[in-house]
């Protein structure tokens, strides 16, 4: 379970990081460039990737892998390119509910790709879940300046976030093997935002630098401890996909109401109750068992 907290924790602080950028005058596309160089960096040193033995052909071509980290090698960047236009375009509050609401691809996948029989009480679990997200994210209706790239925005960022969180669970049953596809999931991600960027031919600055460095820390760990806790829950992704999502969002309306003074409503709060019961269902047979 402390992996998950940890995941969780790691999550919630790359929000509050993208939140504070205009304030702190960082160019967004390039803290996520220099983000990856240190999760780069962090992968080959602590999870030491192992490339013994391992030929071009055998990894790069014919290995089963190479479609996993591939596809998470343009998903990772473009996730958090997508996410800051989605904050642009249709505000935080819209963007953390089409990033949290990915649960439903995730439950869907747990089931069909892989193979896990949802018992009584993870069934009441995940509709208490869902319950508690339709509460935590109900706001006023408002306007979005431009409905169309706000759909488009959101929507990628629903996809990507659901995609990647399964795409992580196929990592996980690697297991020795997901350092090495972890550390080319890293090295694509970054040499696709670095050519864009230099094509772009961007003025680079020190405040993106020192973000994304923090940026980088922050997001290894949430790759790292969540990967961990599918590797401990191996045999049921419903609680890591539920319970990810749901401490998410429940930790991010309490840090967003104690240093960023946003308003938590009544509905707001029953949510937080409902994720904290759905937490106890979904974990409730591994805590007694």
């Not at 339709?134 to 169309?148: D, E, I, Q, S, Y």
């Not at 759909?151 to 629903?158: E, K, S, T």
């Not at 969180?165 to 020795?176: Q, S, T």
Request: aromatic share 14%; with cysteine; glycine share 8%.
């Amino acid at each position: 379970m402390h992996f998950l907290v940890l995941a969780i924790c790691c999550s919630v602080s790359v929000s509050v990081l993208f939140k504070l950028c205009k304030r702190f005058n960082v160019v967004t596309e390039q803290m996520i460039a220099f983000g990856y160089i240190m999760a780069l960096s962090l992968s080959y040193f602590l999870l030491r990737p192992d490339f013994n033995g391992l030929s071009f052909t055998e990894f790069f071509i014919q290995s089963e892998a190479k479609p996993i980290f591939l596809t998470l090698g343009v998903l990772l960047p473009v996730g958090f390119m997508v996410m800051s236009k989605a904050i642009e375009y249709g505000g935080i509050v819209r963007t953390d509910a089409a990033q949290r609401l990915a649960l439903f691809l995730q439950i869907i996948a747990a089931v069909v790709i892989f193979g896990e029989t949802l018992t009584d009480l993870r069934i009441a679990g995940v509709a208490v879940a869902f319950l508690a997200l339709f509460c935590l994210l109900f706001k006023p209706a408002g306007t979005v300046g431009n409905m169309v790239k706000a759909a488009f925005a959101l929507g990628g960022v629903w996809l990507i976030w659901g995609t990647s969180g399964i795409l992580y669970k196929k990592i996980a049953l690697m297991g020795g093997a997901f350092p090495t596809s972890l550390f080319i999931a890293f090295s694509l991600a970054a040499i696709l935002v670095f050519s864009y960027l230099i094509i772009k031919r961007t003025c680079w600055t020190v405040p993106s630098f020192v973000a994304g460095m923090l940026l980088g820390c922050l997001n290894f760990g949430n790759i790292l401890f969540y990967i961990y806790a599918h590797q401990h829950f191996k045999e049921n992704p419903t609680i890591v996909f539920a319970c990810m999502d749901i401490g998410v969002i429940c930790l991010g309306a309490v840090v967003g109401a104690l240093f960023f003074k946003e308003r938590i409503s009544k509905i707001n709060s029953a949510g937080i109750g409902f994720g904290i019961l759905a937490i106890f269902l979904l974990y409730g047979e591994k805590l007694f068992a």
